[in-house]
Nanobody
Framework: HVQLVESGGDLVQAGGSLRLPCVVS????????MGWFRQAPGKEREGVAL????????NYPDSVAGRFTISRDNAKNTLYLQMSTLKPEDTAMYYC?????????????????WGQGTQVTVS
């Protein structure tokens, strides 16, 4: 079965950095668009980074552009989110997700498989 496992979440001070890996198993990893999403208490889940199957194309909302970087290592079946210059408003549960249909999309309901999430808290 498809499994996505995130890790790397932590409590960090504002201005700090974190790197979140997401290991994928049970899926043809290099044929799909993937994304990182986050959800803060009382808020809707939102996309923070998307990457195409090839890894050539990426997309970020204005709120994290220039601070977050998504990448993928297809040989290791691992997706990464490098976060820098973290702000308190980045505090949320972070999830990785797979979209099984062709192409990328920015909305959570376009993604079919999800990890359990990893908590990032910025003080």
């Amino acid at each position: 079965h498809v499994q996505l496992v995130e890790s790397g979440g932590d409590l960090v001070q504002a201005g700090g950095s974190l790197r979140l890996p997401c290991v994928v198993s049970g899926y043809t990893y290099n044929k799909t668009c993937m994304g990182w999403f986050r959800q803060a208490p009382g808020k809707e889940r939102e996309g923070v980074a998307l990457i195409s199957a090839s890894g050539v194309s990426t997309n970020y909302p204005d709120s994290v552009a220039g601070r977050f970087t998504i990448s993928r290592d297809n040989a290791k079946n691992t997706l990464y989110l490098q976060m820098s210059t973290l702000k308190p408003e980045d505090t949320a549960m972070y999830y990785c997700a797979i979209r099984s249909a062709w192409g990328c999309a920015g909305v959570p309901n376009a993604y079919d498989y999800w990890g359990q999430g990893t908590q990032v808290t910025v003080s």
